[in-house]
């Protein structure tokens, strides 16, 4: 089969793995905006393919068979491209995102919101020393309701924007234990994330539990209409394998 993942999470590298290994031709398409990505095994591509037309172009141009969608739970534009692109080239598309963390016990406690700007007016109601832990795309929505919090922001990649004087910034990749995270959440008061799921980054919230931090967290959007999503490598690499022809 002739599988392109669209990658840049664990599950597609996961799931790149497991399809070399069947003997597929994979390329994982990385759209490159992290300046050092861990890498899938196969070909990999980088950058975009210019939205919903050249997508389709390149579909058709390169005979694309299935593709898997394994885009970060937060990647909208990137999984509606996708969507639309396969139904015009007519190639069968799957979504692979790993479960989010509403079923934790504590997630009913959570102040759940919609987007990154109500998450900054309500975290500027909770604290005075919030951790923020959204990425670097989205931290300009917060400088304005927080700019005057002693921030601590916590990204991969530097910031494209400047940050205000009182905050901190931290640049590390996870995945991060209970240890470290205790150490950097030892002075915050609220700690800001988004339902990313996965382990790689859940410590934060047992720290949070354990400390009584209260947590805001963005709610994932709803996936394209119609297109079927699984929620681990395995039962991915099933679906690849009912679409080869008999």
Same mark, same amino acid.
């Given at each position: ?55 389709? =172009? ?33 190639? +069968? ?5 790993? +479960? ?5 016990? =504590? ?37 304005? @309701? ?12 530097? +910031? ?41 980054? =859940? ?10 931090? @209260? ?32």
């Amino acid at each position: 089969m002739k599988v392109l993942v669209l990658g840049g999470t664990r599950e597609a590298r996961d799931l790149a793995g497991r399809l070399v290994e069947d003997g597929d031709s994979v390329v994982t398409s990385l759209a490159g905006r992290v300046a050092r990505p861990r890498l899938p095994v196969g070909d990999v591509r980088v950058g975009g393919f210019g939205g919903v037309q050249g997508l389709t =172009e390149h579909l058709r141009a390169e005979r694309v068979q299935v593709v898997v969608d394994a885009t970060h739970p937060f990647a909208e534009g990137i999984s509606a491209n996708a969507a639309a692109a396969c139904r015009a080239a007519g190639v +069968p598309l799957l979504r692979l995102e790993r +479960p989010g963390w509403s079923g934790r016990p =504590e997630a009913a406690d959570w102040h759940w919101v919609d987007d990154h700007d109500e998450a900054a007016r309500v975290t500027a109601t909770l604290g005075r020393r919030p951790f923020l832990t959204i990425g670097r795309q989205s931290l300009h929505r917060f400088v304005g @309701p927080l700019r005057d919090h002693a921030c601590v922001v916590r990204v991969v990649d530097p +910031p494209e924007i400047e940050l205000p004087g009182a905050w901190t910034l931290l640049q590390s990749r996870g995945p991060y234990t209970l240890e470290h995270e205790r150490e950097v959440m030892a002075d915050v008061d609220v700690l800001v994330t988004k339902d990313s799921g996965g382990d790689h980054t =859940e410590a934060k919230l047992d720290v949070a539990r354990a400390l009584g931090v @209260p947590v805001v967290i963005v709610r994932r959007a709803a996936g394209p209409e119609g297109v079927t999503a699984v929620g681990d490598a395995g039962d991915a690499r099933a679906w690849v394998r009912a679409q080869a022809p008999r």
